[in-house]
């Protein structure tokens, strides 16, 4: 026995001296991961799940906000058209006065420099949107005309007489004409 180490070649491990035996560390590690098999992957798919989730919140709440802006826009504009043509109308309204004048010069001095400027107006206003009741000879209409004079006579009710002009809107009366009716 020249060699130290074969001195301990027949000696059972279990036998030195009272220690404990000698484990095999590689067996006993891969039995515990065997009991206990490490979950890699849920780990990592849960932030992932998280943001996707976030996302998608996040998409929706932008959708919702471009969805109310484009309602709003919508509003705004509904509401200055709305505006812009409530205050023209108002104007319009004023202006009837002033028709009614040029329509009293007219009857009073039928001339053309007096022609010349009702036309100009009633044209010009036209243009916007105003527009006189066409009420002589017409069937009588309850939101057109307001019958003031009553004669009797046979058939359905017609204007037989304007005594002031009536005026529309854009399709809205503003002012019905005041007339004479003959008929039931």
Not at 84 to 95: F, I, S, V, Y
Request: aromatic share 4%; proline share 5%.
């Amino acid at each position: 026995m020249s060699n130290p180490d074969d001195a301990f070649d027949d000696v059972n491990p279990d036998e030195i001296d009272g220690q404990e035996p000698v484990v095999d560390l590689d067996a006993e590690l891969q039995a515990i991961l065997e009991e206990q098999p490490v979950d890699v992957a849920p780990e990592e798919a849960d932030p992932l799940v998280a943001l996707t989730e976030e996302r998608d919140a996040y998409l929706d709440s932008l959708r919702r906000v471009q969805a109310d802006f484009e309602n709003y826009r919508k509003r705004v504009q509904r509401e200055m058209s709305e505006a812009r043509d409530a205050g023209a109308a108002t104007l319009a309204g004023k202006l009837i006065d002033v028709l009614d004048t040029v329509d009293l010069a007219l009857a009073h001095d039928p001339s053309d420099s007096v022609a010349q400027i009702a036309t100009a107006l009633v044209d010009a206003l036209g243009k916007e949107g105003l527009e006189r009741v066409d009420a002589f000879g017409a069937a009588f209409d309850p939101e057109l005309h307001d019958a003031v004079l009553h004669e009797e006579g046979d058939g359905a009710a017609e204007v037989i007489e304007v005594l002031r002009s009536g005026w529309k809107w854009n399709g809205r009366v503003l002012r019905p004409a005041m007339v004479k009716v003959k008929g039931s």
